[in-house]
């Protein structure tokens, strides 16, 4: 059956029909046109499909999109102001934690979230907190770094020591490698002896 | 998935009325991790989905010493993961609701649903088992409560009737010298079910480790968790000891009716029970001990 339902996301209100099966995911997806979300498994295994519900990270393949109405969602498109990254999303690209990038919306939303919760994360607290979150590219190690990376960022700044936010895609190493192998057609540096 | 009408009722009085006029044909929805996954797969298609998340009765989340502790029926595992209440008053509790999932699935997931869903390797069951909790439910008929071992009746098969809800899980105040403990045995530290899950709860005595009284539960090795009585009765008014504890864990291997399957076998199922149950009463003596 299809209902009008509100849907408040990234602080922006969303008015979409759905029906009452459709999953908050799906909404998301096909009806806001928010396709950061990835489905990956749909039964809240793999954490590809993470969004922030009121602030907590929640698999939006198991939760309907009606039951979503009136709460706060966050989505990846949400967490950078306007094109400054988030520290986070700085943090994953200049500590390398990403290959594909299918589960990387998700690692960060659940990143972001467990640093609300924790400023300071120990590893161990940073691997309970993406428990998760999978990767099937493997990159944990550098994921867990790049969270160590944004909670060293987020607390530089809070303490003032810089305000300002940088940016720099050109000389920032984790996109140096794809850039130069599409201008070359080659391998990309990093990528030799695998 | 098979579309159906979505209703949000937000009172206790409105759901009554929506599951004596649907019945059969609706389902109630909480946390949504199992049912939306079984709607997905077409294990189920009611024609009405009843949403409980808005109903504040439901949201209740209490400790008090008389009363003990009390669990809403659309409370999330991770409530009670974070309490520091049920960190110190039912550590078992705690251990159990921790082990569930993953964060995501914790924010989503209740103990209650989880109970209702009422599979063998059943998270909650066990701890709920050896804590004697009791489940508050509601219908046309009025509400009653039912204790834990009587709610679950089968493999996915519980008391609660088409038209009755629950409204919450009430776990008694622990003794004076009592304390809890959960064991969960997976092949994966995360997001896996349990091969076998011990719970032990352990009163001892006003100043000597004399135990006054155990109770032992097991999940995943029956049809539904089980008390081990006579590990229990091996317990009580004893000294806890090495000896004692060989036994203790060799009678409730015997109250273990386990299957085969591809995660393990019988034999080491039983052994497993044998191992966990000597760890978790020890775990929960110590503990008991310190109070
Ligand atoms: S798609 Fe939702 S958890 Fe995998
Ligand atoms: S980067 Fe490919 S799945 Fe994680």
Same mark, same amino acid.
């Given at each position: ?194 | ?64 010493? *008389? ?8 409370? !999330? ?10 960190? =110190?008053?039912? !550590? ?41 909790? =009791? ?17 679950? $009746? ?9 038209? *009755?809800?629950?409204? *919450?899980? =009430? ?34 005595? !006003? ?16 049809? $539904?968790?089980?008390?081990? !009585? ?15 504890? *060989? ?45």
């Amino acid at each position: 059956m299809r209902t009008l339902i509100e849907l408040t996301v990234n602080g922006q209100p969303y008015p979409i029909d759905v029906e009452g099966r459709t999953r908050l995911l799906d909404a998301l997806r096909e009806k806001c046109f928010l396709t950061g979300a990835k489905e990956g498994c749909s039964t809240g295994d793999c954490g590809a499909c993470t969004v922030l519900l009121d602030g907590q990270p929640v698999t939006s393949c198991l939760v309907l999109a009606s039951s979503a109405a009136g709460k706060e969602i966050t989505t990846i498109e949400g967490v950078s102001a306007g094109e400054v990254l988030h520290p986070v999303q700085q943090a994953f690209m200049s500590a390398g934690g990403l290959q594909c990038g299918i589960c990387t919306p998700g690692m960060i939303l659940t990143s972001i979230a467990l640093l609300n919760e924790n400023r300071n994360p120990t590893r161990d607290q940073i691997r309970f907190g993406l428990q998760g979150n999978l990767c099937r590219c493997t990159g944990y190690g550098k994921i867990v770094d790049a969270v160590e990376v944004a909670a060293k960022d987020m607390a530089t700044r809070e303490n003032g020591h810089h305000m300002e936010v940088k940016t720099e895609p050109d000389t920032n190493p984790a996109m140096a490698g794809p850039a130069q192998a599409d201008a070359t057609g080659g391998q990309a540096p990093g990528e030799k002896g695998r | 998935m098979r579309d159906f009408e979505y209703h949000a009722p937000k009172t206790l009085d409105e759901a009554v009325a929506l599951l004596e006029r649907y019945g059969t044909s609706a389902k109630l929805l909480a946390g949504g991790t199992d049912l939306v996954i079984m709607l997905n797969d077409h294990m189920v298609a009611p024609e009405h989905v009843i949403d409980v998340k808005g109903i504040p009765e439901l949201s209740r989340f209490e400790w008090n010493p *008389e009363r003990g502790l009390t669990i809403g029926a659309a409370v !999330p595992f991770r409530k009670l993961e974070i309490s520091p209440e049920v960190q =110190q008053h039912y !550590p078992g509790v705690y251990e159990a609701a921790s082990e569930v999932g993953s964060w995501q699935i914790r924010n989503q997931a209740t103990p209650a649903g989880n109970l209702c869903t009422a599979s063998p390797a059943c998270e909650i069951g066990p701890i709920m088992y050896a804590l004697d909790a =009791q489940l508050q439910v509601t219908g046309p008929r009025g509400q009653r409560t039912i204790p834990i071992q009587e709610f679950i $009746t089968g493999v996915r098969r519980t008391a609660l009737q088409p038209d *009755e809800l629950v409204i *919450e899980i =009430q776990v008694p105040p622990p003794g004076a010298r009592a304390a809890s403990h959960y064991i969960k045995l997976k092949e994966r530290q995360k997001m896996d079910i349990a091969f076998v899950g011990v719970a032990a709860s352990v009163e001892l005595e !006003p100043g000597d480790g004399v135990i006054r009284d155990a109770r032992i539960a097991l999940g995943a090795v029956a049809p $539904t968790p089980i008390r081990a !009585p006579a590990a229990e009765a091996a317990l009580r008014g004893r000294p806890l000891s090495d000896d004692i504890l *060989e036994q203790v864990g060799r009678v409730a291997a015997e109250s273990a009716q386990p299957i085969m399957d591809v995660r393990a076998s019988v034999a080491y199922r039983k052994e497993m029970v044998s191992v966990l149950t000597r760890r978790a009463v020890r775990q929960a003596a110590t503990l008991a001990a310190q109070r």
